[in-house]
């Protein structure tokens, strides 16, 4: 699946606010060509939460693992929770041995290589075998994130 493909996808979802980064823009230069995604029907960007899902297009600094600097490579990332994350690794997020994970392979669900213990999955070039799955993957992490939002709401 192309990175079109599931950014077509991921903006059809209610409420979304993709942030993306272009040169010259107020956003850190490390982020211009990335992807990076919210439930945020107000269209604002949120200041205590992190985005449920991104795409990422280089190495950022600390994060080479996926080796995203070589060509026609991209990660996109998932943040799963600790349930989900089980059933795309197989393993719970506590459980990640770095040492034993290739964070370079493609089209195959991976802890992130920094934020798997969080409960974040990530895919380099998703392609047939994880297509599917990491669409519904976005979708269950887009609906987690619309919850939270609803229920800050409601208790503030």
């Known amino acids: 699946m192309s990175m079109n493909e599931i950014l077509v996808e991921l903006r059809g979802f209610p409420g979304v606010l993709e942030i993306a980064p272009q040169p010259g823009s ?4 490390v982020g211009w ?3 990076f995604f919210y ?12 985005p449920y899902a991104t795409i990422v297009t280089k190495n ?3 994060d080479a693992a996926s080796r995203l600097d070589a060509p026609d490579r991209w990660r996109l990332n998932i943040h ?6 089980a059933e795309l690794i197989g393993y719970a997020p506590d459980r990640i041995d770095s040492a034993a994970v290739d964070f370079s392979a493609v089209d195959v669900f991976l802890p992130h290589p920094l934020y798997g213990p969080y409960g ?3 895919i380099v070039n998703p392609g047939p075998r994880t297509s599917p799955r990491a669409l519904s993957a976005l979708r269950e992490a887009h609906a987690a994130d619309r919850r939270r939002v609803e229920r800050r709401s409601a208790s503030s």
């Open 80 to 85: 799963a929770g600790s349930a989900l994350f």
């Open 60 to 62: 950022y600094p600390g």
């Open 26 to 29: 107020d956003f850190p230069e």
């Open 33 to 35: 060509g990335d992807h």
């Open 120 to 122: 974040w999955v990530a």
């Open 39 to 50: 439930y945020a029907p107000g269209g604002t960007v949120p200041r205590n939460r992190q």
